[in-house]
């Protein structure tokens, strides 16, 4: 089974500045990574999906990039807005896996 | 616009099942496959299983095959995730969720666009 680690697991910043999220995959996967956005009391909203396509009205500053088992969400300039969770998915479909990172919180420093 | 709407929230004895709708609109029902996620107080985000609402395929992880089945019925429009012999640790929202982009002959399983509401699932004695 492959495990996705993100990291950091909090990442404190100041609005303006650029915000890198990592996530890692324990082995290498034939399939797609995407990544979401969670406001606390929220469901889930999906932001990037294939490594690097964003998602139906998401802003130009969500940036998805990465290949084999490295990945990275870029945030070019931070909004108030952005400051909260975020999560990776792996999506595969031999085996069938839908595997989740444990998420990075970004908060305000 | 797509919706996805659950049922209300469910407590549970250890042991017992519990059945979860959704109810979709908006878009054409078997154009699309559904899944289900679910989230633990405080915890991550887990998959529970996915269905192809045009053919009723199903995909259930490794750790729920055998407890959890989802099921569609296309006159409603609606999915169902039941799972079965509860216990505590099954405590979490349950979101049902819609697929990105349109079922094809080998979709599996797809990003999640559109999310149901959630539904609460309390199992405690």
């Known amino acids: 089974e492959v495990v996705l680690t993100q990291s950091p697991a909090t990442l404190s910043l100041s609005p303006g500045e650029r915000a890198t999220l990592s996530c890692r995959a324990s082995?290498?996967?034939?399939?797609?990574l995407a990544w979401y956005q969670q406001k606390p009391g929220q469901a889930p909203r999906l932001l990037i999906y294939d490594t690097s396509n964003r998602a139906t009205d998401i802003p130009a500053r969500f940036t998805g990039s990465g290949s084999e088992t490295d990945f990275t969400l870029t945030i070019s300039s931070l909004e108030s807005e952005d400051f909260t969770y975020y999560f990776c998915?792996?999506?595969?479909?031999?085996?069938?896996?839908?595997?989740f990172g444990q998420g990075t919180k970004l908060e305000i420093k | 616009q797509v919706q996805l709407v659950q049922s209300g929230p469910e407590m549970k004895t250890p042991g017992a099942s519990v059945k979860v709708s959704c109810k979709a609109s908006?878009?054409?029902?078997?154009?699309?496959?559904v899944t289900w996620v679910r989230q633990a107080p405080g915890h991550g985000l887990e998959w529970v299983g996915w269905?192809?609402?045009?053919?009723?395929?199903?995909n259930y992880p490794e750790r729920f095959q055998g407890r959890v089945t989802v099921t569609k019925d296309t006159p409603t429009s609606s999915v169902y995730m039941e799972m079965r012999s509860l216990r505590s640790d099954d405590t979490a929202i349950y979101y049902c969720?819609?697929?990105?982009?349109?079922?094809?002959?080998?979709?599996?399983?797809?990003?999640?666009?559109?999310w149901g509401q959630g539904t609460l699932v309390i199992v405690s004695s």
């Open positions: 082995q290498s996967f034939s399939g797609n």
């Open positions: 908006g878009y054409v029902f078997p154009s699309y496959g």
């Open positions: 269905i192809s609402a045009y053919n009723g395929k199903t």
């Open positions: 998915q792996l999506r595969a479909s031999w085996p069938p896996m839908y595997t």
């Open positions: 969720v819609r697929d990105l982009r349109r079922l094809t002959a080998t979709t599996v399983l797809d990003p999640a666009e559109y």
